[in-house]
């Protein structure tokens, strides 16, 4: 490890494509911190070896990405509530004592990508929540926190978005069915949390899902709208928008927890955006 420099690494497989260095170098240069982060690419059955190492030799944090936020977990000597109840961690941090914590910035980045930069009131609201796998799980209790009239989570596999619905049951008002049984019903919020956008594919939720006031929200985001967003606008919704503030805000968050300070994420957002027009970067982070 070089210097005094404090070492930071986004961990996944395949990571190429990660835009997190390019988030955290803007937002160390803002807030005037010294700190190095890098593309860290391991397979799964490196992953824990990997990470181990990288700290053994002093760095400070990673942001893990996919495949392994559910491995993640296992490194952590202490999870935050936020990261237990989403199953997976997104971003380990190295104590004094060696240990590490392992948290989760996803549903707070979504969270304030919705209320704060983007306006929406979720609160008395219907949600209607596409997709059942880890993305989905992640945001499921801080949606629940801001109290809207009810959430319904849908999958194309309906018994993993009933599954999904029964582990926080305990928490608000939550239902899990799959697509067909969503006919005849619209929503006021509207966010899609499957892996089908990364393949330019839809998910066949019914049209009546979607009225002009709904508003409509990929977690994804590429050059561009995704195929949901465009689908959601072509369907008549005036308000849909891809995940570039999701993103930059689960960066914010795990940046906050390195090191104590929540860097501003506007203009953040207005690079990261103008970078990917030129460079044709997508995925999810
Ligand atoms: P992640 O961790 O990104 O959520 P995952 O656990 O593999 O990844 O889950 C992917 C999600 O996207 C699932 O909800 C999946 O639906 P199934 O459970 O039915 O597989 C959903 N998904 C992926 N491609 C899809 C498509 N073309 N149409 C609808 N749903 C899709």
């Known amino acids: 490890m070089e210097g005094r420099v404090d070492q930071y690494a986004v961990v996944g497989h395949p990571v190429a494509h990660s835009l997190s260095p390019f988030i955290h170098s803007l937002f160390a240069r803002q807030t005037g911190q010294a700190v190095s982060y890098r ?6 059955e490196q992953f824990i070896e990997r990470v181990s190492e990288f700290f053994a030799a002093g760095g400070r944090g990673v942001n893990i990405t996919l495949p392994h936020k559910t491995r993640a977990m296992t490194l952590a000597s202490e999870l935050t509530e936020r990261a237990r109840l989403a199953g997976a961690v997104n971003t380990l941090a190295a104590r004094r004592d060696g240990t590490l914590l392992g948290d989760n910035t996803d549903g707070a980045g979504l ?6 930069n983007l306006g929406v009131r979720v609160r008395e609201r219907s949600v209607l929540l596409i997709g059942a796998g880890g993305a989905a799980r992640g945001v499921i209790a801080p949606l629940i926190a801001l109290a809207p009239r009810r959430i319904v989570i849908t999958n194309r596999t309906a018994e993993r978005a009933v599954a999904l619905a029964a582990v926080f049951a305990g928490l608000g008002a939550l239902e899990g069915c799959g697509f067909a049984e969503l006919a005849g019903q619209a929503f006021d919020i509207i966010i899609n949390a499957t892996s089908a956008s990364l393949t330019g594919e839809l998910p066949a ?8 006031d709904t508003f ?5 985001y590429g050059r561009g709208d995704t195929a949901f967003v465009r689908w959601a606008r072509e369907l008549g919704c005036r308000r849909a928008v891809p995940g570039w503030g999701m993103l930059v805000e689960q960066a914010a968050e795990s940046f906050r927890l390195w090191r104590g300070v929540r860097p501003l994420t506007a203009p953040v957002l207005a690079a990261l955006t103008g970078r990917n027009a030129e460079l044709g970067a997508g995925g999810a982070d």
Request: net charge negative.
């Open 111 to 116: 969270v304030q990508d919705l209320t704060v």
């Open 39 to 44: 593309l860290m690419d391991a397979p799964p």
């Open 205 to 212: 939720v019914p049209a009546t899902a979607f009225a002009a």
């Open 216 to 220: 409509c929200y990929d977690m994804a």
